[in-house]
Protein backbone atom coordinates (compact mmCIF):
# COMPACT_ATOMS: atom_id res chain seq x y z
CA UNK A 1 0.00 0.00 0.00
CA UNK A 2 1.37 3.33 -0.78
CA UNK A 3 2.12 5.75 1.35
CA UNK A 4 0.20 9.10 2.13
CA UNK A 5 2.33 11.15 1.14
CA UNK A 6 2.14 9.42 -2.12
CA UNK A 7 -0.29 11.42 -5.27
CA UNK A 8 -2.93 9.76 -6.66
CA UNK A 9 -2.65 11.75 -10.06
CA UNK A 10 -5.75 11.56 -12.57
CA UNK A 11 -6.51 13.15 -15.43
CA UNK A 12 -8.77 15.19 -13.15
CA UNK A 13 -6.42 16.21 -10.62
CA UNK A 14 -3.35 16.44 -12.51
CA UNK A 15 -3.56 20.24 -13.15
CA UNK A 16 -3.90 21.49 -9.78
CA UNK A 17 -1.26 18.63 -8.35
CA UNK A 18 1.46 18.69 -10.78
CA UNK A 19 1.35 21.48 -13.12
CA UNK A 20 0.34 24.68 -10.31
CA UNK A 21 2.58 22.47 -7.99
CA UNK A 22 4.60 24.91 -6.29
CA UNK A 23 7.29 22.11 -5.60
CA UNK A 24 9.39 19.80 -7.92
CA UNK A 25 6.77 16.45 -8.62
CA UNK A 26 8.34 12.75 -9.34
CA UNK A 27 5.25 11.10 -11.32
CA UNK A 28 5.58 7.50 -11.22
CA UNK A 29 3.68 5.57 -14.52
CA UNK A 30 3.05 2.11 -13.51
CA UNK A 31 0.11 -0.54 -13.18
CA UNK A 32 -0.36 -3.20 -10.79
CA UNK A 33 0.97 -6.03 -12.56
CA UNK A 34 4.43 -4.59 -14.03
CA UNK A 35 7.23 -6.29 -11.73
CA UNK A 36 9.42 -3.40 -11.97
CA UNK A 37 6.76 -0.94 -10.90
CA UNK A 38 6.32 -3.01 -7.66
CA UNK A 39 9.80 -2.86 -6.86
CA UNK A 40 9.79 0.77 -6.93
CA UNK A 41 6.73 1.42 -5.06
CA UNK A 42 8.68 1.07 -1.74
CA UNK A 43 11.69 3.78 -2.64
CA UNK A 44 9.10 6.24 -3.98
CA UNK A 45 7.35 5.86 -0.27
CA UNK A 46 10.64 6.57 1.45
CA UNK A 47 10.91 9.24 -0.80
CA UNK A 48 8.06 10.91 -0.56
CA UNK A 49 8.81 10.93 3.30
CA UNK A 50 12.28 12.19 3.03
CA UNK A 51 11.12 15.11 0.31
CA UNK A 52 8.08 15.86 2.44
CA UNK A 53 7.75 19.73 2.04
CA UNK A 54 10.74 19.74 -0.12
CA UNK A 55 8.91 18.09 -3.58
CA UNK A 56 6.02 15.91 -4.59
CA UNK A 57 5.80 12.04 -5.37
CA UNK A 58 2.83 11.08 -7.50
CA UNK A 59 1.88 7.99 -9.17
CA UNK A 60 -0.46 7.95 -12.41
CA UNK A 61 -1.86 4.47 -12.80
CA UNK A 62 -1.52 3.82 -16.72
CA UNK A 63 -4.27 1.36 -16.76
CA UNK A 64 -6.55 3.69 -15.57
CA UNK A 65 -5.28 6.75 -17.04
CA UNK A 66 -4.25 6.01 -20.50
CA UNK A 67 -4.93 9.38 -21.33
CA UNK A 68 -2.08 10.76 -19.23
CA UNK A 69 0.69 8.34 -20.62
CA UNK A 70 -0.51 9.01 -24.18
CA UNK A 71 0.09 12.29 -22.96
CA UNK A 72 3.28 12.32 -22.41
CA UNK A 73 4.56 9.02 -24.79
CA UNK A 74 4.76 6.67 -21.88
CA UNK A 75 5.52 3.54 -23.53
CA UNK A 76 7.32 1.15 -20.70
CA UNK A 77 6.70 1.56 -17.37
CA UNK A 78 7.91 2.13 -15.32
CA UNK A 79 8.80 5.74 -16.44
CA UNK A 80 9.18 8.54 -14.19
CA UNK A 81 8.57 11.96 -15.23
CA UNK A 82 10.22 14.77 -12.60
CA UNK A 83 8.05 17.98 -13.26
CA UNK A 84 9.36 21.71 -12.21
CA UNK A 85 6.85 24.54 -12.93
CA UNK A 86 4.84 22.96 -15.08
CA UNK A 87 7.33 21.39 -17.22
CA UNK A 88 8.78 17.89 -17.27
CA UNK A 89 12.44 18.96 -16.70
CA UNK A 90 13.69 14.78 -16.23
CA UNK A 91 12.34 11.48 -17.68
CA UNK A 92 13.78 8.02 -15.75
CA UNK A 93 12.48 4.78 -17.51
CA UNK A 94 13.01 1.33 -15.58
CA UNK A 95 13.95 0.52 -11.82
CA UNK A 96 16.39 2.66 -10.68
CA UNK A 97 18.50 2.82 -7.43
CA UNK A 98 17.31 5.16 -4.99
CA UNK A 99 20.43 7.44 -5.60
CA UNK A 100 19.70 7.94 -9.09
CA UNK A 101 16.05 9.24 -7.94
CA UNK A 102 17.52 11.58 -5.11
CA UNK A 103 20.15 12.96 -7.73
CA UNK A 104 16.88 13.89 -10.06
CA UNK A 105 15.00 15.17 -6.97
CA UNK A 106 18.24 17.32 -5.73
CA UNK A 107 18.89 18.45 -9.12
CA UNK A 108 15.02 19.71 -9.40
CA UNK A 109 14.78 21.30 -6.09
CA UNK A 110 18.54 23.17 -6.79
CA UNK A 111 17.82 24.16 -10.37
Not at 39 to 62: H, Q, T, W
Not at 99 to 107: E, H, S, V
Amino acid sequence: MASEKILTVTEANFGDSVLKSSQPVLLDFWAEWCGPCRMLSPLLDELAAEYDGKAKIGKVNVDQEPGLAGQFGVQSIPTLLLFKNGQVVGQLVGMRPKGALKQALDGAISA
